[in-house]
T-cell receptor, first 113, second 113 residues
Framework: GIQVEQSPPDLILQEGANSTLRCNFSDSVNNLQWFHQNPWGQLINLFYIPSGTKQNGRLSATTVATERYSLLYISSSQTTDSGVYFCAVERDNSGAGSYQLTFGKGTKLSVIP | NAGVTQTPKFRVLKTGQSMTLLCAQDMNHEYMYWYRQDPGMGLRLIHYSVGEGTTAKGEVPDGYNVSRLKKQNFLLGLESAAPSQTSVYFC????????????FGPGTRLTVT
């Protein structure tokens, strides 16, 4: 199956700093999503981004599908950005459009005041 | 519009007991999924459904059964719980109107002693 690797596994930032999280995947994908899991365990959709660039406030994401990676940028980090960030991809081998996601192991971000 | 809901939020079982987790969505989505999340492992797909009355195995299906009798509900059953099934379980759904962006429920924390 498809492999998804996220880096770094852990990241500690001072409030106000910027960061870049990376997601590498081993095969071409139909779908790529970034999620934030907050300290209460809720998974929150950040971006649906199989290719191209999107921005939402202080967060932006870029996926270069031909080179099999995606980047999540967090600018001016806040303590509320703390949590785990997951990248998940879909490689549809069946052709039946079942939209199965394979998750990376995540990047744990801690933003300190 | 409640989105994706899961029942119960927490449960403790003894080894060998059975239980059913309920997932409900009110977005008229065709596709529904059950994942488990273990420390350091990201999320792994257990079973999924591409429509009412259909189910299929994911990456880690052993020890679980599922049913999708109604489009809005997806049930995950454990017939004989084992300590290895201690985990946090997430349900997700998506549909044609979403492209294939998945939306997640709040999770169920299950402990098997």
């Amino acid at each position: 199956g498809i492999q998804v690797e996220q880096s770094p596994p852990d990241l500690i930032l001072q409030e106000g700093a910027n960061s870049t999280l990376r997601c590498n995947f081993s095969d071409s994908v139909n779908n790529l999503q970034w999620f934030h899991q907050n300290p209460w365990g809720q998974l929150i959709n950040l971006f649906y981004i199989p290719s191209g660039t999107k921005q939402n406030g202080r967060l932006s994401a870029t996926t270069v599908a031909t080179e099999r990676y995606s980047l999540l940028y967090i600018s001016s980090s806040q303590t509320t950005d703390s949590g785990v960030y997951f990248c998940a991809v879909e490689r549809d081998n069946s052709g039946a459009g079942s939209y199965q996601l394979t998750f990376g192991k995540g990047t744990k971000l801690s933003v300190i005041p | 519009n409640a989105g994706v809901t899961q029942t119960p939020k927490f449960r403790v079982l003894k080894t060998g007991q059975s239980m059913t987790l309920l997932c409900a969505q009110d977005m008229n989505h065709e596709y529904m999924y059950w994942y488990r999340q273990d420390p350091g492992m990201g999320l792994r797909l257990i079973h999924y459904s591409v429509g009412e009355g259909t189910t299929a195995k994911g990456e880690v299906p052993d020890g679980y059964n599922v049913s999708r009798l109604k489009k809005q509900n997806f049930l995950l059953g454990l017939e004989s719980a084992a300590p290895s099934q201690t985990s946090v379980y997430f349900c997700a759904s998506t549909g044609w109107q979403e492209g294939n962006e998945q939306y997640f429920g709040p999770g169920t924390r299950l402990t098997v002693t």
